[in-house]
């Protein structure tokens, strides 16, 4: 059975930072694109970003671009989410997602999701 967990999530005061991480088991994702997604409240599931399965490409959404970064480490099977210079808009529900391509070419790629934590943006 395949599980994405994540972990990492909390309360942070704007302009500060959290590293979400994302742990596989029951599938090695290493030689697969995975994702991060973000859900706040009474809106719609966006994309924040993904990283090809060599960590050498990485693709972000506007509203995050320069302040979060992805990475990962194969041989743990996990992936993470460093998030700098945090703003109330921020806050979410963040899930991690693994893709059956070795690349990033679309958000409808991913077929595995983690269950989310949550993030909250406040002072």
């Known amino acids: 059975q395949v599980q994405l967990v994540e972990s990492g999530g909390g309360l942070a005061q704007p302009g500060a930072s959290l590293r979400l991480s994302c742990a596989a088991s029951?599938?090695?994702?290493?030689?697969?694109?995975m994702g991060w997604f973000r859900r706040a409240p009474g809106k719609e599931r966006e994309f924040v970003g993904a990283?090809?399965?060599?960590?050498?490409?990485?693709y972000y959404a506007d509203s995050v671009k320069g302040r979060f970064t992805i990475s990962r480490d194969g041989a743990k099977n996990t992936a993470y989410l460093q998030m700098n210079n945090l703003k109330p808009e921020d806050t979410a529900i963040y899930s991690c997602?693994?893709?059956?391509?070795?690349?990033?070419?679309?958000?409808?790629?991913?077929?595995?999701w983690g269950q989310g934590t949550r993030v909250t943006v406040s002072s």
């Open positions: 997602a693994g893709s059956t391509r070795e690349e990033y070419y679309d958000k409808s790629q991913f077929f595995y």
């Open positions: 029951g599938r090695s994702f290493s030689e697969y694109a």
């Open positions: 990283i090809n399965w060599r960590g050498d490409n990485t």
